[in-house]
Antibody, heavy 120, light 110 residues
């Protein structure tokens, strides 16, 4: 069965970096894009962008350029989100979601979420 | 890209129908039939309910349906059940080749 399994919770200090992983199984990894979403405590979902798992080409939403980097490793069917120079406002649950290519807006499988807490 | 506008909350009694609106612009909701809806119970990852305006993935009850008119998409929950209590989000493809989510709606079953 299709699964996206994310890495665990992280507690980081301001200015540090963090990496969140999203391991796919149950399907051919490169046949679907991986999208990343953020949900701050008590807030709604924000679309951060996506990575083309065939080519590794990332696309970032406004507000998620510079400190946010999407990467992938097809050999282990895993996508990664790296956030550098962490700020308190980066505290959130980060989700990965699988999507068909072509912008069909069909995020049919999601990871369980990874909580990143930024606090001194 | 501004978030799509949804009502903060809707409520209904068991068995009733509720409708959640999702208003965008002619650069997102109005431009494409690529609107999806997600259900998010507390402390749980979102789940796909509707894609491409009105299509249901297998396993989603037919109590959930979607439609669109102009720049506004709608999710209709018929025969409301206690287990439908959750947050609901719409999402649309945009002319910038990005996605944008709605502000979210909390559904309460009275």
């Amino acid at each position: 069965q299709v699964q996206l399994v994310q890495s665990g919770s992280e507690l980081k200090k301001p200015g540090a970096s963090v990496a969140v992983s999203c391991k796919a199984s149950g399907y051919t990894f490169t046949n679907y894009a991986i999208n990343w979403m953020r949900q701050a405590p008590g807030q709604g979902l924000e679309w951060m962008g996506w990575i083309n798992t065939k080519t590794g080409n990332p696309t970032y939403a406004q507000g998620f350029t510079g400190r946010f980097v999407f990467s992938w490793d097809t050999s282990v069917s895993t996508a990664y989100l790296q956030i550098s120079s962490l700020k308190a406002e980066d505290t959130a649950v980060y989700y990965c979601g699988r999507d068909e290519y072509g912008g069909r807006s069909k995020l049919d499988y999601w990871g369980q979420g990874s909580l990143v807490t930024v606090s001194s | 890209q501004s978030a799509l506008t949804q009502p903060p909350s809707v409520s209904g009694s068991p068995g009733q129908s509720v409708t959640i609106s999702c208003t965008g612009t002619n650069s997102d909701v109005g431009a494409y039939d690529r609107v999806s809806w997600y259900q998010q119970p507390p402390d749980t990852a979102p789940k796909l309910l509707i894609y491409e305006v009105s299509n249901r993935p297998s396993g989603v009850p037919d109590r959930f349906s979607g439609s669109k008119s102009g720049n506004t998409a709608s999710l209709i929950i018929s025969g409301l059940q206690a287990e439908d209590e959750a947050d609901y989000y719409c999402c649309s493809y945009t002319s910038s080749r990005t996605y944008v989510f709605g502000t979210g709606t909390k559904v309460t079953v009275l």
